[in-house]
DNA sequence: CTATATTTTGCAATATTTTGCAAAATATTG
DNA sequence: CAATATTTTGCAAAATATTGCAAAATATAG
């Protein structure tokens, strides 16, 4: 085997699996851990990943406290990414926001499924970056330093310039009567996506679920889907589908 | 067999396989390794394969590699940023273009320096992420994959829209008559940023400077400032100072 | 067609690089 | 601080490259 192949293996397993260890790696490529560690250090000196004790761990553009954020739940949080998954068809356009379970939809984004994706999420963006076939629209505007997402005017007029198949919507806040969050600028930008989509989706753990934050979005019954961990049989779904949101 | 047979088999073997091996393509092909040898250096020398250590792989699949790039002539970039940075003043909206240079910049900037930018590239905005006062403004657009930028009509239409003090320019190729670049959509970028600036700032690296690429970008005389890691007394520099640019 | 030049090919001797091992150095954990 | 795990370092063996050269193949000229 080449060298070159292993490096590409090495770097597949660091980029999807965000970081690779030295007994996976020497195991799968058949090599000594010493090759393995050479060509870490290698592909670290090319900036292409970053070594680390024991291993390598990819290297992402995405800042640590948004980071945090996206490791609290994250079993939930895939679940609820592959039931997402089973909605979307090929050729279809898609708005993703910042929130993190729709990250997770990203990452786990079929490498032959041929779709659009509009996004004001830099995490997002950076999870399609390698993708082979997803074509990214990035909506310009203010960087929000907290959230490595854009905002503001700007966005809100980008956003309004689609009108897209499905909107996946990541929740802060649902309650039987109304979807809401902490954030006056985000709840806009989720107020718009909503408008110009044909469906939503929104992407929720259950522990979001039933409570309200202060800036109020939109009534929960524009919601078309909604997906949690939870089995669709649960019986707390159930005033949700009362409303007419198919809960998957 | 005629040697361009061979040829052929190697460049497909390469190209669907992503690389060949010379004991593989000398068993398949019934010479000897010398001549697989050869041949390989031949396509490579053509630029239809790179040849590497046990054979070869297809060129497509080596990108230019944003990430690879950040890390070359990582000393120079970061004295050129240096000399940049003495240009900007408080309260002053800039462009920052993709260019690995101004990605140095955008890194270094003080804390205390209050200054809007704006940027269609993404590791400048991450690199801007903890920036405590800088405001950025991101333009949005299809997302280049490999360049991890924006580019595209909306990204025009954005640049478009401001006329800001100082373009930091990240230069691909200039010579005395041109600037140019190896992306046509990036020489559109560069343009539009050129045009809605009142200033332009070239940061160059000295191996790029008397060097010309396919795109056009504009002539060279249009450059207010040259920054390349030089002393502005070398030698060398003449040619563009009496195109009335000023060497920093 | 023959003789001669040119290119291509394979081989062997000689560098160079890569690889795995083991001992020494260093970092991590309790 | 000791016990353990991980990394670095030097080294020798293996793999791969380079070079020069001669034989074979091909092209060119008369």
């Given at each position: 085997m080449l060298k070159e192949d292993r490096h590409n293996i090495i770097l597949e397993e660091t980029s999807t699996n965000g970081s690779s260890s030295f007994q996976l790696l020497c195991k799968k490529l058949a090599v000594s851990e010493d090759t393995i560690r050479r060509d870490i250090r290698e592909l670290d000196s090319r900036g292409l990943l970053k070594a680390v004790r024991g291993g390598a761990v990819s290297v992402s553009r995405i800042p640590h406290h948004y980071r945090e954020r996206e490791h609290t739940d994250i079993e939930q949080k895939k679940v609820i990414a592959k039931k997402a998954l089973t909605l979307i068809k090929n050729k279809q356009v898609l708005f993703?926001?910042?929130g993190t379970s729709v990250l997770e939809?990203?990452?786990?984004?079929?490498?032959d499924l041929n779709v659009t994706i509009i996004t004001n999420s830099f995490p997002v963006a950076n999870a399609l970056e390698d993708h082979p076939l997803a074509e990214v629209i990035f909506l310009g505007g203010r960087l929000n330093k907290m959230s490595f997402a854009t905002f503001g005017n700007e966005t809100l007029k980008g956003i309004s310039k689609f009108k897209v198949d499905i909107y996946f919507f990541g929740i802060c806040s649902i309650s039987t009567s109304s979807l809401s969050c902490k954030d006056l600028e985000d709840a806009e930008l989720k107020l718009a996506m909503m408008q110009h989509s044909v469906k939503t989706v929104g992407l929720c753990t259950w522990d979001k679920v039933n409570s309200e934050s202060?800036?109020?979005i939109r009534e929960t019954k524009e919601l078309d889907?909604?997906?949690t961990e939870k089995d669709k049989s649960a019986p707390p779904t159930k005033p949700f589908t009362k409303l007419g949101i198919e809960i998957l």
């Open positions: 993703f926001d910042g939809l990203a990452k786990i984004l079929p490498a202060t800036y109020f889907i909604l997906i």
